[in-house]
Structure formats: structure tokens, C-alpha cells
């Protein structure tokens, strides 16, 4: 698995089949985690692209109560043993001013050359937006 941490393109072996990008925190890798990786590691498979996880780097002072689930390393190796092959983790700094449609069309779809998008449920967006992004995603 390559970890990018850069808005660079991907050296994906082939541009034209693009990636399937998970979007999330991940923080602990759970059976939701994992179902939200395994959708865009599913669709890269059948359709010869690449599966890709974007998530934000852990901050290196743990803000929240109680210990951090997993460290960087063991979220890497999960990650990567669920057959992703690009781990995208840019700084938040550069995107924090986005909306999501920006975020999720110009970023995960033109710059990371997503055809498929699978986000986890912790982005706080309504049902009715989600279905409004795929359906923009998808256009």
C-alpha cells in the first residue's frame, strides 16, 4: 500500500479505470470500517480499478478522552490488509475551507480520479445530501 500524503496524481498502472476511494476517519477499524473499505475494494475488482482509503492524519496530541484506538503503524497494516492499494492522507489544513461537494467532486473525483466514492457515516451528512453527492458524483 502507498501512503500519499500529497494533492498529487496517483501512479495508478492505469489512469483510464481511476479508483474507488473510502472516506473516513477510520480510527479504530471496526466492522462498519471495514464494510465501507470493502465496498470500494469490491468495486476497484470488478472494474480494474484501484482501491484507495482517504482519511486525515491522527493528530500527533491526542485531544480526545482515553487513548488512541490504534496507532498509526496498525491502522496502516489493517488498512493495507484489506486490499487497498492507495493510502490518501493529506493535511486537513488544505481542505478544511471546502464544502463537501468541492471536497468530494474536485479532490476525491477529479484529483484522485475516483469513479466510485464510498463515504463513511461519520462525515455528518444527511441522507438527502449523500444522495445528492452521489447523484453529482455519478453525473
Given at each position: 500500500m502507498q501512503i500519499i500524503s500529497q494533492f498529487v496524481p496517483l501512479p495508478l498502472a492505469d489512469p483510464a479505470q481511476g479508483t474507488a476511494v473510502?472516506?473516513?476517519y477510520f480510527d479504530g477499524i471496526h466492522i462498519g470500517h471495514r464494510?465501507?473499505?470493502d465496498g470500494a475494494v469490491q468495486w476497484a475488482r470488478a472494474h480494474g480499478a484501484a482501491p484507495a482509503v482517504f482519511t486525515f492524519k491522527l493528530p500527533m496530541v491526542n485531544k480526545m478522552?482515553?487513548?488512541?484506538?490504534l496507532s498509526t503503524a496498525d491502522k496502516h497494516a489493517l488498512i493495507a490488509s484489506l486490499g487497498v492499494e492507495y493510502y490518501l492522507t493529506p493535511d486537513f489544513e488544505e481542505i478544511k475551507?471546502?464544502?463537501?461537494?468541492?471536497?468530494?467532486?474536485?479532490?476525491i473525483r477529479e484529483r484522485y480520479g475516483s469513479a466510485d466514492?464510498?463515504?463513511?457515516?461519520?462525515y455528518g451528512l444527511t441522507p438527502a445530501r449523500l444522495m445528492r453527492l452521489r447523484r453529482m458524483y455519478l453525473e
Open positions: 473510502a472516506m473516513g464494510a465501507v473499505i478522552k482515553g487513548k488512541r484506538l475551507g471546502l464544502t463537501p461537494e468541492q471536497f468530494v467532486l474536485g479532490i466514492a464510498y463515504l463513511e457515516a461519520e
